[in-house]
């Protein structure tokens, strides 16, 4: 099956643009620490910082963890309030086993079918996006190789009418 174009580049930067905006006004004012979760959400949290300091003023400091790893989460990531960025929130595991760290949490894409009644959502999110496995823009494919894709893109058959929502056509909160 060809791939299916979820999120173009264009879009990906306007939703990391409107999370940079919500995050310069509710994120408490100094520098924002951001805890980048796992290889997938290094981009984004790139991008976002860039938009943070360039655009809204805000200095940056980025800690990459790996939740799953043994080695412990670096101590000054408990002390500072955090912002915590992963590209993508579909199960709620990653955030639920940093849920130790302090501060606000924020993700690209979210899948459609989280139930808001069992997971903490994070507090600023872009997209709504089917739920398919997707890759590019810091995700890996199936093989490991789309990481450096632009694009945000599934293989899977997407039922009939699926689309991704742009957090702004959402009427209620999910």
Same mark, same amino acid.
């Given at each position: ?6 999120l ?7 939703? $990391? ?5 919500? $995050? ?14 796992d ?14 300091e360039?655009?809204?003023?805000r ?5 990459? $963890?790996?939740?799953?790893?043994p ?11 955090? &912002? ?25 894409? $979210?899948? !459609? ?7 903490? &959502?994070?507090?600023?999110? !872009?997209?709504? @996006?089917?739920? !398919? ?9 199936s ?7 632009d ?6 058959? &997407? ?10 056509? @959402?009427?209620?909160?999910?």
């Amino acid at each position: 099956m060809a791939a299916t174009l979820l999120l173009t580049q264009q879009q990906i930067q306007e939703g $990391v643009a409107a999370i940079a905006a919500q $995050v310069a006004e509710g994120f408490p004012e100094g520098e924002i620490p951001i805890v980048c979760v796992d290889l997938a959400a290094r981009r984004f949290s790139a991008d976002l910082a860039a938009l943070l300091e360039g655009e809204h003023g805000r200095f940056c400091r980025i800690t990459h $963890v790996q939740p799953k790893d043994p080695d412990p989460i670096p101590e000054h990531v408990f002390r500072d309030y955090n &912002l915590v960025v992963d590209t993508l929130f579909d199960t709620g595991r990653t955030f639920q086993l940093l849920q130790a760290i302090p501060g606000m949490r924020t993700t690209l894409c $979210v899948k !459609a079918d989280i139930d808001p009644r069992l997971w903490r &959502l994070p507090e600023w999110w !872009a997209y709504l @996006v089917p739920n !398919a496995y997707i890759y590019g823009y810091g995700l890996d494919d199936s093989d490991g190789l789309s990481r450096d894709l632009d694009d945000i893109l599934t293989d899977e058959p &997407l039922p009939t009418g699926a689309r991704v929502v742009s957090r702004i056509e @959402v009427k209620t909160p999910i």
